[in-house]
C-alpha cells in the first residue's frame, strides 16, 4: 500500500469521503487510523502528500500505547473483516454504477 503512516492526523477529507466512511466507530485518537483505512478499503481515492517528522526535542507523549493498542488493533480489524467479509457492499464504485442502474 502506498499510504505509510495512516496515524499521521494531518489530513484532509472531502465530504463525500466522510460520508462514505460511515459509521465511524472511534472516539479516541484510533479515529486517525479508522478514517484513511475505511477510506481505501471502500474504493475513495488519495494522494500522499509526503511529511517530514523530527524526534520530540522537549516533554512526554500522552499516548499510552497499552490503552490505545487495542483500540487500533480493534479498528483494523474491523476495517479487515469488513474488506473480507462484506462481499464489497461498501465499495463506492459498487454504490456509484448501483446508483446509474437505478437512475
Partial sequence: MRYND????FKIYRREVIEG??????HHFNL?????L???VRGFSY???PLRWYNR???ISK??????GSRY???VLYVWLEKHLSRGDYHRARKIAKLKLNA
Fill in 73 to 75: 488493533l480493534f479498528i
Fill in 21 to 26: 466512511v460511515q459509521p465511524i466507530l472511534s
Fill in 57 to 59: 526535542t522537549a516533554g
Fill in 6 to 9: 495512516v496515524t499521521n492526523a
Fill in 63 to 68: 499516548l499510552k500505547i497499552k490503552e490505545m
Fill in 47 to 49: 494522494t500522499v502528500i
Fill in 38 to 40: 475505511k477510506a481505501i
Fill in 32 to 36: 486517525t487510523v479508522e478514517l484513511p
